[in-house]
């Protein structure tokens, strides 16, 4: 059977139809409805053409793409991956920063009312189904303790454990980006302070950037010709082409970040002891300008780290299609059992 996977965002849904092997053989890409209460209808529109694609075994040509493979078989189960807190049922979405009214929400239960209730559906957090995506067919494959970060607008974690997706008591584990690395620290969106996702993140890399432009014009030439003069304007993009042309102060924000990356690993390694951790998310695509000071500074800070294996910290390999994928393999897995 196939599954349907969902990947809603605050400003888009993405959608892939997954064959028994979670190869996505067709996609679709709409924006996130201004209203919530109609993302169930966007999602049950997107069903009906995933379910008239299987029975005909042909194409859908409204949504973009080619599925040579879609065939009668039907949709087992749906998966949707989604930005938030979600319990321990994979039923409801209990908070979600980007959708205010998905607040103790029932998004399970409203999709299977909105398709007729013809097919059973999963939730789960996005950082998760990311996680998992990477660890069945990533850069996690082989591995039975893995961590996975996403360093994208904010940080998102994953835990893989004894090869099974650990989600905790109430289904909240997994929010490294919310570990508190300094005290009475830059204040965060989830109302704490001193977050991790304050130092590592997209958002993070920016505010770096722009102080070290700030505190050394002089060095700043490249960087303030990228962003047209206006420093309040430098972006994420700017900052990775300009550390790629060799710019010291590109360099010294990535390494910021690099450095915070490595003490939240190593601190997560002092409670987990992972074998692997998966770097995900656009900032990654720097590659070791990245890597390479998260894992000096992982060595720097892990706990007997002269007397322990230390874990390897790889880039992801899975891509935006992380998410999907592992959406569609947990669905057919908690549907199933």
């Not at 990535?254 to 900032?283: H, N, T």
Request: glycine share 16%; with cysteine.
């Amino acid at each position: 059977m196939h599954a349907l996977a969902f990947d809603v965002g605050g400003t888009k849904i993405a959608a892939g139809l997954c064959d028994d092997e979670d190869r996505i053989i067709h996609r679709w890409r709409i924006p996130t409805p201004h209203d919530p209460a109609d993302i169930d209808a966007a999602i049950a529109g997107i069903y009906r053409e995933a379910k008239g694609l299987c029975e005909s075994g042909g194409t859908v040509g409204a949504s973009g793409g080619t599925a040579d493979s879609a065939d009668r078989s039907g949709i087992g189960s749906i998966g949707i991956s989604a930005c938030g807190n979600v319990t321990s049922d994979r039923r409801t979405m209990s908070f979600a920063p980007n959708i205010a009214a998905w607040h103790d929400y029932p998004l399970a239960d409203t999709v299977e009312a909105a398709i007729g209730h013809e097919c059973p559906v999963m939730v789960e957090n996005d950082a998760n189904c990311a996680g998992w995506g990477e660890y069945v067919h990533g850069a996690g494959r082989g591995s039975a303790y893995m961590v996975l970060l996403t360093v994208g607008t904010g940080l998102g974690g994953a835990i893989i454990a004894d090869g099974k997706l650990y989600r905790g008591a109430f289904g909240m584990a997994g929010e490294l980006g919310h570990v508190a690395m300094v005290p009475d620290g830059d204040f965060c969106g989830c109302g704490l302070r001193g977050c991790a996702e304050r130092y590592i993140s997209g958002n993070a890399l920016e505010r770096f950037a722009r102080s070290a432009v700030r505190r050394y014009p002089d060095r700043a030439g490249r960087l303030m010709e990228l962003c047209g003069g206006n420093v309040d304007h430098l972006r994420g993009a700017m900052i990775a082409q300009a550390v790629k042309e060799g710019d010291s102060l590109a360099q010294y924000a990535f390494d910021k970040i690099g450095e915070w990356l490595g003490r939240v690993m190593a601190q997560a390694s002092a409670v987990l002891d992972p074998e692997l951790y998966v770097i995900g998310g656009g900032v990654v695509e720097v590659g070791d300008v990245l890597l390479g000071p998260a894992r000096r500074n992982f060595d720097r800070f892990l706990e007997a780290g002269a007397h322990r294996p230390h874990a390897r910290i790889v880039a992801a390999e899975a891509g935006q299609d992380a998410g999907l994928i592992g959406a569609a393999n947990l669905s057919r897995q908690v549907t199933a059992g």
